[in-house]
């Protein structure tokens, strides 16, 4: 699995409790992009578009995105955002010895993409785990699939139109025609 992790960055406050979290999820054998946390602010600052090509282009490329969140900022806000609109998984932890009061929005939000724990030193293995668990049931699978030029030039048409990934229109495509296939339905029901 890709994960990018987002961090305290090398000269930020909590920089050490950033990099023990991610100790523990590179321990689970997953590649770990981790280039924010070892960018500092003042570089950050300075390549302020470069920083923000470098972030999107690691979350285009992760299959998850975690974020040690105990040192909030809205930049971290706009990550989260922007890895959930990308429809990747994100999980935000935040370090009940540090930040004793967690965003509230954070807190509270629903998403089936989304998760928030507080966590501890003691707690955080299990709540990695138990992660990593859910989160393989919700990962997509990827396949090519060959089209003629004409369904081609209707979803770049459909995809600018409707402003959509030519991959979310042909998905959409899928599910609907799932939710009206009675059989499917059948089959689902007798777990043929």
């Known amino acids: 699995m890709k994960i990018f992790f987002i961090g305290g960055r090398k000269d930020q406050k909590h920089y050490q409790v950033s990099l023990d979290v991610l100790k523990k999820i590179e321990a689970y054998g997953h590649q770990v992009d981790k280039s924010q946390m070892e960018s500092t602010y003042k570089h950050d600052e300075e390549h302020i578009e470069d920083t923000y090509k470098r972030d999107y282009s690691s979350i285009k490329k992760s299959d998850v995105v975690i974020v040690e969140s105990s040192e909030t900022s809205s930049g971290i806000g706009f990550l989260i955002a922007t890895a959930l609109n990308e429809k990747k998984p994100v999980l935000v932890l935040n370090n009940s010895n540090i930040n004793k009061k ?24 299990v709540i990695l785990k138990s992660f ?16 003629s030029p ?20 042909v998905r959409n495509a899928v599910e609907e025609m799932m939710e009206r296939d009675r059989e499917f339905k059948s089959f689902l029901v007798k777990g043929e």
């Open 102 to 125: 967690p965003s509230i929005t954070l807190k509270s939000a629903k998403n089936k993409l989304f998760t928030f724990s507080e966590y501890t030193p003691q707690t955080i293995d």
């Open 132 to 147: 990593f668990v859910k989160i393989k049931a919700l990962l997509d699978t990827k396949f090519i699939l060959i089209i």
């Open 150 to 169: 004409e369904i081609d030039k209707y979803l770049q048409w459909a995809s600018n139109f409707k402003r959509m990934h030519k991959a979310q229109l």
